[in-house]
């Protein structure tokens, strides 16, 4: 090769010894390049952190955008005043300026209108910790079945927690509902033990109706596939098991309706069978379901490593000192424990913990250290976006459809997603 043709391939570096008058030099010599660009590597912020702030960014926007943007816009364009003059744009400046209002009343402490957004706000919260919670469980399904097709909807955990609730509510619920804290609102703090221990009692019975529901599945499953590993046919039998006992909590919710559709009995039936966002709720719900979220949260992370483990054979893991049947065990509990007391709290809601999973990946890809703070933030996003377009959109006359939206979009993209091919129906992690 010709000297100056090497000379043109040559590439520079950065020499910081070099007198100029920035302190830097560029040098022609390949062997400083590599060391300037291991610097450069060195110093570049991860583009899957950056996304994973960015969703954060846009959870915050999300929660003070549904604080503020005005409710039951397409209702009042239709009936306004009764006079079907629409919905005009100087109405819309007034809503907002009140909105905005009634938020500085509630941090100034001045929060006495007629419509109390401090009790706004708190619902909000809980909605994004729920939908965080719930997108969360779904993910840790998935890595510890090795299977992007499962989660408590599709494997029919939820059916199993409403089977379990509906079973403390006709056993233990008093006929006029006098035992339970929560049915006309809870206010104050005189009565938060009784209220946290109807919540968590209520919560693990509608746990064991989790286990019940994964016990009964696993055992179909390995006994009718004969050491087959079918991901699809573990679904299908979930799906089964699951309708059977959605079918039984139907009949007991009827039963009661029937015989007095304004009793105690009915209303809370109702209630847990949908995502019930519509009653009051305090700090102490908050903390009520955000605690258990950020211990499931830990302890999943803290795994997150050994869960790449799962992509392997039991051998191969064992050879690693991961030993995944046990690891899969822990991560399963701790996902069905959180579902139940999620659903215990707000009510069903399917496919949140199928749909935001697979969305988190197509951002962060399949590294669970990244994928579970990514499907955490984007569940909260998912249902609190969902429940902010459904309020400002058609009010809260409406609310209780928040669950059967985010319920249909999931049906869609599981069955574009088992159906797909490239990888779709056996659940692979793409």
């Known amino acids: 090769m010709a000297p100056d043709k090497q000379a043109r391939n040559k590439k520079p570096r950065i020499d910081y010894d070099a007198p100029t008058t920035a302190g830097i030099s560029i040098v022609d010599d390949e062997e400083g390049n590599e060391f300037a660009s291991a610097m450069e590597e060195g110093h570049r912020v991860d583009p899957r952190l950056q996304k994973i702030f960015v969703m954060a960014v846009v ?125 006309d609102g809870f206010k104050g703090t005189a009565g938060t033990p009784d209220y946290l221990w109807s919540m968590y009692s209520l919560s693990l019975i509608s746990f064991l109706g989790c286990l019940l529901i994964v016990g009964i599945v696993l055992a179909v499953f390995f006994i009718g596939s004969r050491g087959s590993s079918s991901p699809i046919m573990m679904i299908i039998t979930g799906q089964v098991i699951g309708s059977v006992l959605g079918a039984v909590s139907n009949s007991i919710r009827y039963y009661y309706i029937a015989e007095n559709p304004y009793s105690a009995k009915s209303q809370l039936l109702t209630d847990l069978m949908i995502a019930s966002f519509y009653r009051d709720y305090t700090w102490i719900d908050i903390f009520a379901i955000a605690i258990p979220l950020i211990i499931a ?26 030993n995944t049947k ?6 399963v509990a701790v996902g069905t424990l959180l579902t139940a007391i999620l659903i215990s709290f707000c009510g069903q809601i399917g496919f949140v913990g199928f749909l935001v999973p697979h969305m988190a990946r197509r951002f962060v890809g399949p590294n669970f250290r990244y994928l579970l703070p990514a499907t955490l933030l984007m569940g909260g996003i998912f249902v609190l976006g969902a429940y902010v377009l459904l309020m400002s959109t058609l009010g809260s006359d409406y609310e209780t459809m928040v669950g059967m939206f985010i319920s249909i979009g999931g049906a869609a993209v599981f069955l574009v997603q088992a159906l797909g091919g490239k990888g779709g129906a056996r659940g692979e992690f793409r």
């Open 59 to 183: 959870l915050l926007v999300l929660y003070f955008l549904g604080l503020v943007i005005p409710t039951d816009i397409f209702n009042t364009a239709l009936h306004s005043g009764g006079t079907n003059t629409g919905y005009s744009f100087s109405w819309f400046v007034d809503d907002l300026l009140a909105n905005v209002n009634g938020i500085v009343g509630v941090l100034t402490g001045h929060d006495d209108g007629v419509v109390s957004y401090g009790q706004k706000m708190i619902r909000y919260v809980v909605i994004a910790v729920t939908g965080a919670g719930l997108a969360l469980t779904g993910a840790m399904y998935q890595g510890s079945f090795k299977n992007a097709l499962i989660s408590p909807s599709t494997l029919g955990v939820n059916n199993g927690a409403t089977l379990g609730m509906m079973v403390w509510i006709v056993f233990f619920v008093a006929e006029d509902g006098s035992n339970v804290a929560w049915l």
């Open 297 to 322: 949260f830990v302890v999943v992370f803290r795994l997150s490593g050994r869960m790449m483990m799962f992509s392997f054979s039991e051998g191969e893991a064992r050879t690693m000192g991961v």
């Open 326 to 331: 046990k690891m899969q065990i822990a991560i």
